[in-house]
């Protein structure tokens, strides 16, 4: 059947590229940025306004370069923050930054193998914080604060590079604005130590022992709820998280 108002609209295009970034194809960036570039000519030069990018689909090309691993793939991602961010301050309320994006972003230099990928994800999460700032005072409440998220995948990105003395200074960085704020969302969670287990386990750390100790004071301080906070639901905290920690430093 040949039906010519059977046209792909935003929510297919979005699900290819969802769909690539589950691949880990090496190619799976490229493609993404593919679709996205026809979105954008499609859109803006054939009438086809129901495909114009948004934020959300952003995101979703940002997945895909940090699971393609490429070599140009942070060099590539910040190139699609900086043309979302363009598109934005040039007035298109669509493309507004938001956090998911700024994640993704520190997720493409955690997945690199870029010997200041720490380095880069700290300075995405600086600039999420100055951002953030800047849009409450100017009262437009763009959602860029950094939460959990933002925090585990800096950490696992100086991991990579091996520098557990930065890994150690973001978590307690995160617990002190926690304990600030008491912001839920900046609360370290079993994420956040899931995170941190795995990248002690997948690179040869120096000073493994103040990170783990560090981690097992804050998780207790994290595990008692204050009186306005529910008790978090961490299943087995302490056999699966600490435990292998442990056994990193204690053979």
């Not at 699900?15 to 493609?31: C, L, N, Q, V």
């Not at 948004?54 to 370069?65: E, F, P, Q, T």
Request: contains cysteine; hydrophobic residues 35%; negative net charge.
């Amino acid at each position: 059947m040949n039906d010519s108002t059977l046209k792909p609209d935003a929510y297919i295009y979005h699900a290819f590229i969802s769909a690539w970034g589950t691949t880990k194809h090496p190619e799976a960036g490229e493609i993404a940025e593919t679709y996205l570039q026809e979105m954008w000519d499609r859109s803006t030069h054939h009438g086809e306004a129901w495909l114009k990018p948004n934020g959300r689909l952003y995101s979703a090309v940002l997945h895909c370069l940090a699971n393609a691993g490429s070599e140009n793939a942070p060099a590539r991602a910040r190139t699609l923050m900086e043309d979302m961010k363009s598109r934005y301050n040039a007035g298109d309320n669509d493309m507004a930054p938001h956090l998911h994006c700024y994640n993704g972003l520190i997720n493409v230099y955690a997945a690199s193998d870029d010997d200041r990928a720490g380095e880069k994800a700290e300075s995405v999460l600086r600039e999420m914080w100055t951002l953030y700032e800047q849009e409450n005072r100017n009262s437009r409440g763009l959602n860029i604060q950094p939460d959990v998220v933002s925090y585990a995948t800096t950490i696992k990105a100086y991991g990579r590079n091996g520098k557990a003395d930065k890994c150690v200074a973001l978590l307690e960085e995160m617990w002190n604005h926690y304990l600030r704020t008491r912001n839920p969302k900046l609360k370290p969670n079993f994420f956040t130590y899931k995170v941190i287990r795995d990248t002690i386990d997948e690179n040869e750390l120096p000073n493994t022992k103040e990170l783990v100790e560090t981690l097992r004071v804050i998780w207790g301080m994290a595990k008692k709820p204050s009186r306005t906070e529910k008790a978090p639901e961490l299943p087995n905290s302490e056999e699966i998280v600490l435990q292998p920690l442990s056994n990193s430093f204690d053979e």
